[in-house]
DNA sequence: AGAACTTGCAACACGGATGACGCAACTTCG
DNA sequence: CGAAGTTGCGTCATCCGTGTTGCAAGTTCT
């Protein structure tokens, strides 16, 4: 992927940067927004923007793309593989929605956007699913419910909890699996989850900085 | 709002319903679709659409409006003040989900579009929070948990549940109830949710004609 | 300092969507 | 049947967003 252009001068590369954050601001809050008001949101020229990005389409791609290297690299950071599943679970969730906070349009685009991008989300979906395998192995998750539908909820929990911004990622993430496990009804015969007050230095996606 | 013009004429008042579930139709899969390709999934001139609808903010505002009458009559259909807690929360969800599925982009654009409209929408976020206080009293909600995050979560497996078009309402409302208030966690000590195979016939917003 | 790069600004071309008319043919309804 | 209402079609005007280009001024990097 773009291999024959040589690198950005410095200040060109914080330009990017500054565009698709602002571009993730402004789309967020109006998904049809114009290339201007994108631009006007990052104090740069209307003409800059193009001229960085080829089309509105090129646009939401490269932020596609951005968001979901952060995506991979928070749901890397975590280790699912390497602990228990409920450790796991809320390892992730809380570095994933780190993430969604400051991503949410360029990730809700599902996978329609590129190939690599495509790729990534289904790896990761791959990787959920063998989590709830795990989980449900440990008896975690029950095993009465169709995995498929158990993913659909996680991430609609997890949609869901991005939007509120009230709280840390941490506290969201604690609530988010105990409601998940536990639903909202009384959970009887269980003891309350132990995810109410975690305290280990969650390995953090935006300390470790991938490729650049 | 528009009460100066009078009733439309029978196959005018036929258009008008047409347009507005092919809006729906076409919409859904592309927020962004012209006019045109409504009205050509309308099977209609453009112009047509234009003389019932001023401008496409009025269409979406009408349509809007539409689905809002038929989500205020799911909610009544399933009277919800007079069944015990449990029942009255399968049975508003099986309606609601009926209406949700068929007019899912209408719905999703929020309280945002009229003014009447958000009137009948924060009615009805005033009824779901009551019936879950009766559901807590009652025992069926857990006490921990707060409202709102509850029926944020209610909300989010609604609208995740009619996006899967797989199975009939019911079912579906059967398996979203179950995952509201257990999650998806061992259920340890309550006894499986009555909901699994309900009979009784859920009285039907399509049924019932509204103001119309 | 000097070459190479980047940006802002102004201007232009272009396409698509929107919205408004008038008119002839058709349908509804009294 | 006949008046009123409705629709399709063609047409026109207009606006907005997109994408491009050239040039002068500023910045980075060596």
Known sequence: ???????????AERTVRTILEAAERVL?????ASMEQIAEAAGVARTTVHRRFASRESLVEAMAEWATRQFAAAVDAARPEQAP???ALYQVTANVL???IDWGFAMSRGPSAGAEVARVH?????????LFQQARAAGVLRE??????????????IHEAAQSRDGEPEALAG???DTLLRGVGPGAGLPSTPLAAPSPPAASP?????SE
């Open 144 to 157: 009465d419910v169709e995995p498929e539908w158990a993913r659909r909820v996680y991430y609609a929990l």
């Open 28 to 32: 967020s809050r109006n998904p049809a």
């Open 98 to 100: 780190r993430v969604k």
């Open 122 to 130: 289904s790896e990761v979906e791959a990787r959920c699913d063998r």
């Open 206 to 210: 935006t300390s470790a900085s991938p």
């Open 175 to 177: 609530r988010l699996v």
């Open 1 to 11: 992927m773009s291999g024959t252009t040589r690198a950005l001068r410095s200040d």
């Open 85 to 87: 599943p409920l450790v």
